[in-house]
Every structure is written in structure tokens, then in C-alpha cells.
């Protein structure tokens, strides 16, 4: 019996076969717990200014009283929460993790610790910088070799490992007018790291990532998996990292570093697939069960 109505909002460019095997773990498991989801594509709800309604929609499509946002498509989702919608993740939290820069900028807000990094300065597309001096006082103050990520990226992609001067020199020149940013390596946890699946303030799931051949240990670059039993200070560090963006869903990817853990990055859209089948544990129910508990309109 259906109890609830929700909508799966996805990018309406990016319908790849990745997205179509989500939206099917998602809305079949919330099937199970009687909720009626819906996709939709972020083109099928336009966002309007100066009209007298702020949301252009398609005719027939039945009110949610609650939104799984999976996308990125912050305009829309600002305009969704001010009609009263509640989202998952909210606005602000996609918005943070979608740009590395905000998202460290938060981990630094809340004290997460993280590894050392510098925001590359703005240039403007198309324009540049034909003076990048600048690379001396970052390899100065990080030392090689280092990592070089793109602000906007997923899957591992756009981050790029730099082990000379030359070569942090070329990448830097490259990425004029790409906002980006440089950070310290850490060694010790080359080619491999752990990702925590946190769900509503909770650890719901954990998997080690492995690769023999490259310092990306993500799954889509060529990681492999296996169930991992984090440390109480590890799922205390994922926890502190959700709560700093904000995120109800969160893939927070943990370094194997000796110490206190460090945090690398956080996925607020975090494809769910790969650790279901690493660890059995279905999230989908989970976060399924998290949007009716918390969801509603506001």
C-alpha cells in the first residue's frame, strides 16, 4: 500500500546507464516501503522568476512529500526548499560537496582534519594567467609530489598525481581558467582508502578500495573491494565530516593513514551500487527509510 509520494530528481543530460541502475535500486526499494517514487528529470521542473508561479511543471505529476535530489542542479533545488519541499541531500549540502574548494573550506569551518591544501587563484576561461610564479610557493609549501584536484569532478576523474616540478608546472598552466586546487600527498595511503556510507547522522555501511596500479583507489578508475569494519575514530571522522556539509547521504572517503583518520573528500550523491555488492548491506533501504522519517513538506 502506498503511503508516501517522492520524487528521484536526476539530471536530464546525464542519463547513464550508472544513473538508470540507481534509479532502479532506489525506486524499487522505496516500492518496498511504500513509498510511490517518481524520476524525474531536473529538465521536467523548470525554476521561474517574475512569473506567478516559481516552478514551471509537467501536468499530472503528483505532489511529493519529500525529494530525493540527485543531482546537482542547485538553482532548482534552492527553488524547490523555498516552496516548502524537503530535499535529500538539502541544497546547500549538494552544493558544497559538488565544489572541492567550499567543501574543504567546511571540513576547515568545523575542524575536520584533512590533508594540507591551496586554492588555485581565479582565472578566468578563455583568459588565463600567463604569470603562474605562484607554483613556487605552492610546491614550497606542500612539497612533491603532490595532487592536483579540479573543483567539479566525480568518479575519481579530473584529479591528477604530479611528481615533479615540471610536470606541476604543465598542470597548472593547463588548468588556467579551471578552478582547481593543490594538495598535499599522503603517502602512506597510496592506492587506497575507505569509504563510509553514512546515512541520517549514522555509519550504514564501509568498504577498503584498492588499486595495484594507481593512486585512486575508486572503483569506476579500477579500485577493488572489500568489506571493512571501521575504527570507532574513523566513523566518529565520517560523522563529523556529513554534519560539516551538511549532508543527510554521504560517501565520506576516509585515508588509511597511521594517526588520527583524514579525511579526503565527501560524495553527496554517492552512487550506492558498488558497496551494496561489496558488503551486502542494502542502503537504499536505509536511506529510503531516512526520507520517510525526515521527510515532508516544510
Not at 549532508?247 to 551494496?276: K, M, Q, T, Y
Not at 558488503?279 to 521527510?295: A, F, L, Q, Y
Amino acid at each position: 500500500m502506498t503511503s508516501h509520494v517522492s520524487w528521484l530528481v536526476y539530471n536530464g543530460g546525464l542519463y547513464t546507464e550508472k544513473f538508470k541502475d540507481y534509479q532502479q535500486l532506489m525506486t524499487k526499494a522505496a516500492a518496498r516501503h511504500g513509498v510511490e517514487m517518481h524520476p524525474v528529470a531536473n529538465d521536467q521542473l523548470l525554476a521561474a522568476v517574475g512569473m506567478d508561479s516559481p516552478l514551471v511543471l509537467p501536468d499530472h505529476l503528483p505532489a511529493p512529500d519529500f525529494i530525493h535530489f540527485a543531482d546537482k542542479d542547485i538553482p532548482l533545488a534552492d527553488t524547490l526548499e523555498e516552496n516548502g519541499f524537503r530535499l535529500f541531500n538539502k541544497a546547500e549540502a549538494v552544493a558544497v560537496c559538488d565544489d572541492k574548494r567550499l567543501m574543504h573550506r567546511a571540513f576547515a569551518a568545523s575542524g575536520v582534519r584533512q590533508p594540507a591544501t591551496i586554492l588555485a587563484p581565479m582565472a578566468y576561461p578563455n583568459v588565463g594567467r600567463k604569470d603562474i610564479s605562484y607554483i613556487d610557493r605552492v610546491e614550497k609549501a606542500l612539497g612533491l609530489p603532490m595532487v592536483v584536484k579540479e573543483a567539479f569532478g566525480s568518479f575519481g576523474e579530473q584529479v591528477y598525481w604530479v611528481e615533479t616540478k615540471e610536470a606541476l608546472y604543465d598542470t597548472a598552466a593547463r588548468l588556467q581558467g579551471v578552478p582547481h586546487l593543490y594538495q598535499e600527498a599522503v603517502m602512506e595511503s597510496f592506492g587506497r582508502d575507505v569509504r563510509l556510507n553514512v546515512i541520517g547522522g549514522k555509519v550504514a555501511a564501509s568498504m577498503k578500495r584498492t588499486s595495484e596500479h594507481d593512486f585512486r583507489a575508486n572503483v569506476t578508475a579500477g579500485g577493488r573491494t572489500v568489506p571493512y569494519e571501521p575504527t570507532r575514530e574513523q566513523k566518529e571522522a565520517a560523522l563529523h565530516a556529513a554534519r560539516a556539509v551538511g549532508a543527510d547521504f554521504a560517501g565520506v572517503d576516509l585515508f588509511l593513514n597511521e594517526g588520527s583518520p583524514i579525511v579526503c573528500e565527501i560524495n553527496s550523491n554517492p552512487h550506492v551500487r558498488s558497496i551494496i555488492e561489496c558488503t551486502g548491506v542494502h542502503v537504499e533501504d536505509t536511506m529510503i527509510r531516512h526520507m520517510i522519517s525526515e521527510g515532508g513538506r516544510v
